[in-house]
């Protein structure tokens, strides 16, 4: 059987005074431009995942030990990833934090729409209504598995005396309460507007608590469960309801 012939390698010498062949290198940007030295950064089809995995792990460590307490290495470990990941994703704790919220931010559209459907303010429920465009979406998110997490963050930012340094309240809260605020004075132009201000962050207080429920089994003797958001969101809406109706009027708060 005969082999094959194989090209033989050339081993010829180099003919005096001619040129050696030179390898040619990529080009290299130069330190400093734009793009030097950077990853290439065309997204893989696992990178929507890693970056979902990132900020289920940023929700809780953050949730359970604040902004100051959860690390970038402690958010990646957790997440399954390296840690170069997530610098490659947020670049910075302050970009990931706020991502966190960001990721939720259906659930302030949802409050929104239920409250811009609220088109007759005359009906003698406008309130509850109003109320319970703010309390129920957050009850059906909590519901959602590891739901308790964003309200556990949420808690802890609302009373971090630091919040204002990372604007979380200022730019995803604020315009949110605004609206409810309004809603508030044109069902109920009678009261105080300072008052309504004011009933709205009481509001806050009583949304945010509702979360810290499992002393309910234990103050009712083992009676009552918590977790029963249904049950736990009617009684909410109808207790903020009537707190903002007992408010002040305009003339008796001058």
């Not at 997440?79 to 259906?106: C, P």
């Not at 604020?174 to 709205?200: C, G, N, T, V």
């Not at 103050?219 to 249904?230: E, N, V």
């Not at 408010?247 to 008796?252: F, H, K, L, M, R």
Request: without cysteine; aromatic residues 8%; charged residues 25%.
């Amino acid at each position: 059987m005969t082999k094959s012939p194989t090209r033989a390698r050339s081993s010829a010498p180099v003919p005096a005074g001619a040129e050696k062949p030179v390898a040619v290198k990529p080009a290299r940007k130069p330190r400093g431009t734009p793009g030097a030295n950077a990853p290439d950064r065309t997204a893989t089809p696992e990178e929507p995942t890693r970056r979902a995995k990132i900020l289920r792990a940023a929700e809780k460590l953050f949730a359970m030990e604040g902004f100051h307490g959860a690390s970038m290495r402690d958010i990646a470990e957790a997440a399954g990833v390296g840690l170069s990941i997530v610098v490659y994703h947020f670049e910075t704790k302050q970009n990931l934090y706020r991502a966190v919220f960001a990721e939720h931010q259906t659930l302030f559209e949802e409050r929104l729409a239920e409250l811009h459907a609220i088109t007759d303010v005359a009906t003698p429920d406008t309130v509850e209504k109003i109320v319970a465009a703010f309390v129920m979406p957050v009850m059906r998110q909590q519901a959602r598995p590891d739901g308790k997490y964003y309200s556990m963050l949420t808690v802890r930012e609302a009373s971090d005396p630091h919040e204002r340094s990372r604007g979380i309240l200022r730019d995803y809260y604020d315009p949110m309460a605004r609206e409810f605020i309004a809603a508030l004075q044109r069902a109920l132009p009678d009261k105080s507007p300072e008052y309504l201000h004011w009933a709205y962050l009481f509001a806050v207080g009583a949304l945010v608590m509702n979360f810290f429920d499992e002393r309910m089994s234990r103050l009712s003797k083992h009676r009552y469960k918590p977790g029963d958001l249904p049950t736990k969101g009617r009684f909410l809406v109808q207790f903020i309801a009537a707190g903002i109706r007992a408010g002040p009027d305009v003339a008796s708060a001058d």
